[in-house]
């Protein structure tokens, strides 16, 4: 599922969090999970630096914080949902739904971000496939529909 960089350990069903910073620190704190994480608050900060730069909401109820940083020893990729939508600033100013967060080394940022920033994209364009990934009911259903992602 997206080349290997998301797994059950780094999808949660429904985030807890109802802020933007809150939110952060809790998929940051289930990428961690991953093992691939070397410095979770070093990439906590590097996430929340990529947002002081512009704010990662989408729109549709989509947000895909991300960061370029050697707190994670490879790329690696979490997912949850939000019931009632954490404000992440989207143009059109829907709260997010669907979170995504991207963690890459470095050495890795160039390629590698963008193809996986892609795949997410084409995807979440499809109205079908976000009605999809919020009735899954449990981590294996999320899964499943994230395997069509590539």
Do not use: C, N, Y
Not at 21 to 27: C, D, H
Not at 103 to 127: K, N, Q, Y
């Amino acid at each position: 599922m997206l080349s290997g960089h998301l797994d059950a350990r780094t999808v949660r069903e429904w985030i807890t969090a109802d802020g933007k910073e809150a939110a952060i620190r809790e998929l940051t704190g289930l990428l961690a999970a991953s093992g691939r994480v070397a410095d979770e608050e070093a990439l906590t900060a590097a996430v929340l630096a990529r947002e002081a730069q512009g704010g990662t909401g989408l729109g549709e109820g989509i947000a895909v914080p991300h960061a370029k940083t050697d707190a994670v020893t490879a790329p690696v990729v979490g997912f949850t949902r939000s019931a009632d939508g954490v404000d992440w600033g989207a143009p059109d100013g829907t709260g997010a739904l669907l979170i995504f967060v991207i963690a890459v080394p470095e050495t890795a940022a160039g390629d590698e971000h963008l193809r996986i920033l892609a795949l997410l994209s084409r995807a979440l364009m499809d109205p079908a496939f976000r009605e999809r990934l919020l009735e899954a009911s449990g981590t294996g259903e999320i899964l499943r529909v994230l395997s069509e992602v590539g």
